[in-house]
T-cell receptor, first 112, second 111 residues
Framework: DQQVKQNSPSLSVQEGRISILNCDYTNSMFDYFLWYKKYPAEGPTFLIS?????DKNEDGRFTVFLNKSAKHLSLHIVPSQPGDSAVYFC???????????FGGGTRLMVKP | SQTIHQWPATLVQPVGSPLSLECTVE??????LYWYRQAAGRGLQLLFY??????ISSEVPQNLSASRPQDRQFILSSKKLLLSDSGFYLC??????????FGPGTRLLVL
């Protein structure tokens, strides 16, 4: 049973445009959500997070939106750059827990 | 600042051989430590986590084991590798209820 799902395995975007990566979850006990970026043969790099008490968090070109009623979060990258091309994972943590549950990842390709 | 190291970076091993992957963290004390595996084209699967020396929790029963002999050292082992153990192994650290940070990973190919 996948508690965190990224339904789009890949996304292609033109440089300068907006990239929107989506993530859905089923566990209502999740209270903290994160996005990681991963290049091939490297470890994931933490990008941005959001607590369930917020519906938006912004850091430079990256904004994460959380819709708790829909159990959905999204990562917006504006403007997209070729260096953003990577696999993006969303992850969620349950109340007071130490473990993260990851989605399957979305491969983003930003074309020059 | 905190740093996490993993070695080796790449490993090719025959089926049935033993395995030992090491992870060390610098710049923090009493971190939670994690081992993940990413199989080809798939997401991250949590294998083991540890909240302290000698304390190991296993998430997926399999051919692997983990040990934490020191506060900032986490070891992933196997007595006999299987073909299905091939993958990209990631160590991560985190503090209680905080973000996890990943190491550079070890690519394991079992032939």
């Amino acid at each position: 049973d996948q508690q965190v799902k990224q339904n789009s395995p890949s996304l292609s975007v033109q440089e300068g445009r907006i990239s929107i990566l989506n993530c859905d979850y089923t566990n209502s006990m999740f209270d903290y959500f994160l996005w990681y970026k991963k290049y091939p043969a490297e470890g994931p790099t933490f990008l941005i997070s959001i607590s369930s008490i917020k519906d938006k968090n912004e850091d430079g070109r990256f904004t994460v939106f959380l819709n708790k009623s829909a159990k959905h979060l999204s990562l917006h990258i504006v403007p997209s750059q070729p260096g953003d091309s990577a696999v993006y994972f969303c992850a969620a943590r349950e109340n007071a827990g130490n473990m993260l549950t990851f989605g399957g990842g979305t491969r983003l390709m930003v074309k020059p | 600042s905190q740093t996490i190291h993993q070695w080796p970076a790449t490993l090719v091993q025959p089926v049935g051989s033993p395995l030992s992957l090491e992870c060390t963290v610098e710049g923090t004390s009493n971190p939670n430590l994690y081992w993940y595996r990413q199989a080809a084209g798939r997401g991250l699967q949590l294998l083991f986590y540890s909240v302290g020396i000698g304390q190991i929790s296993s998430e997926v029963p399999q051919n692997l084991s983990a040990s934490r002999p020191q506060d900032r050292q986490f070891i992933l082992s196997s007595k006999k590798l299987l073909l299905s153990d091939s993958g990209f192994y990631l160590c991560a650290w985190g503090l209680l209820k905080k973000t996890q940070y990943f190491g550079p990973g070890t690519r394991l190919l079992v032939l």
